[in-house]
């Protein structure tokens, strides 16, 4: 594995010596040459032309962190496609949450606004737990995984966290 190429810098990831880095560099290229059009009219459709290069950007760098990914999907369209979808839709779903909090918030000024905030003062009073899994996932758009790290739990228990999170979240707001 060399340091010169894109995918040498992600040890783990990949372990390729520099002639096979070079064809998969090539074939991300031409995959991404192929499809990045067709993706990118969907996720602007999905959530507006600004946060449109990025979700397609997210669902390469989850297609390129697939290991075998050319050898085992068959259709790399469709697959870029769900992920694309995916991505869009998580965003989505943050984007409601925060406009739904954000009209709760309150609009005039203080020494500390923050602390007064209904949300702020929602948070509060959550386990830390909950409290960290909501802060990860809403205002810093970290995965499961990262959330599940960070917590030192099972990436499969962090949506329920959240679920009973945003309920708790809901219930205090209302």
């Known amino acids: 594995m060399t340091d010169s190429g894109s995918f ?14 070079a064809c ?3 074939r ?3 995959l991404y ?10 996720a602007a459709l999905m959530v507006g ?17 697939y290991r075998e990914f050319f ?11 769900t992920a694309t979808a995916r991505r869009a839709l998580g965003r989505l779903r943050r984007r409601r949450l925060w406009e739904r909090l954000r009209v709760r918030l309150p609009s005039y000024e203080s020494v500390e606004p923050w602390e007064r905030a209904a949300l702020a003062i929602a948070l509060g009073g959550l386990v830390p737990r909950d409290r960290i899994a909501l802060v990860l996932r809403y205002y810093q758009d970290a995965t499961y995984e990262e959330i599940a790290d960070s917590l030192g739990i099972a990436a499969s228990s962090v949506g329920p966290v959240l679920t009973r999170a945003r309920a708790k979240i809901r219930e205090a707001l209302t």
């Open 49 to 65: 032309a600004a946060e449109a290069e990025e979700v397609v950007q997210e669902a390469f760098e989850r297609a390129i962190r």
């Open 8 to 21: 040498a810098r992600h040890p783990g990831v990949f372990a390729v010596d520099s002639a096979e880095e």
């Open 28 to 30: 991300w290229a031409a």
């Open 71 to 81: 050898e085992e999907v068959r259709e790399p369209l469709a697959w870029l496609r």
């Open 33 to 42: 040459q192929e499809t990045r059009p067709v993706l990118f009219r969907a």
């Open 24 to 26: 998969l560099d090539d």
